[in-house]
C-alpha cells in the first residue's frame, strides 16, 4: 500500500499479488497468545506491539482469521461519521476498542507519537468493552 504526501487526488493506493487473500497488513507477524491491536492504516500499525491494519478493508468480514483477543484502535476523529459508525458496530458487537481520552488531540497514532505520546501505554490503558465502552464512546463523541 502506498499513500500520497500532498492533499490533492488519489491519497492511498493498495496493490494486491493474490486478489483473494485478506487486505490486512502484518498479519504474518502477529503472536496469537498476546492481545492483537486493529490498526486503521499500515504506518500506526508499525508504532504498537502485536499490531496489524485493515489496509481500508472492514476486517469483519475477515474475522475468522483472527481468532485472538483483539483491540479495534481507530482514529481520534470523533465528528467522523464513518468511524464513529465502526466503533459503534464492535462494541455492539462485544469486540475490545480504543476510545481517546479527552486530553489527546492528535488524530492518529503516528501524530501521537510525534507529539511525545507514549502510545502503547494510552492504548492499554484506553480498552474498553460492554457498558464502559459505550459511555466512554458517547462522551468522546460529544
Not at 1 to 19: C, V
Not at 43 to 61: K, R, V, W
Not at 62 to 79: A, I, K, S, T, W
Amino acid at each position: 500500500q502506498g499513500r500520497s504526501l500532498h492533499n490533492s487526488g488519489l491519497r492511498y493506493i493498495t496493490i494486491l499479488l493474490e486478489e483473494d487473500r485478506p487486505k490486512i497488513f502484518g498479519l504474518n507477524s502477529i503472536d496469537y497468545e498476546k492481545p492483537i491491536y486493529i490498526t486503521e492504516g499500515p504506518l500506526d500499525s508499525l508504532l504498537l506491539c502485536n499490531a496489524l491494519a485493515m489496509a481500508g478493508a472492514d476486517i469483519s468480514s475477515d474475522r475468522d482469521l483472527l481468532h485472538g483477543d483483539c483491540v479495534f484502535v481507530y482514529d481520534n476523529e470523533p465528528r467522523n461519521d464513518q468511524i464513529t459508525r465502526r466503533i459503534q458496530k464492535h462494541i455492539s458487537r462485544g469486540d475490545k476498542v480504543v476510545i481517546w481520552p479527552q486530553t489527546i488531540k492528535e488524530k492518529d497514532i503516528n501524530d501521537m507519537v510525534l507529539a511525545g505520546h507514549s502510545v502503547q501505554n494510552l492504548v492499554q490503558d484506553n480498552t474498553y468493552s460492554g457498558l464502559t465502552a459505550n459511555l466512554k464512546f458517547n462522551d468522546w463523541k460529544k
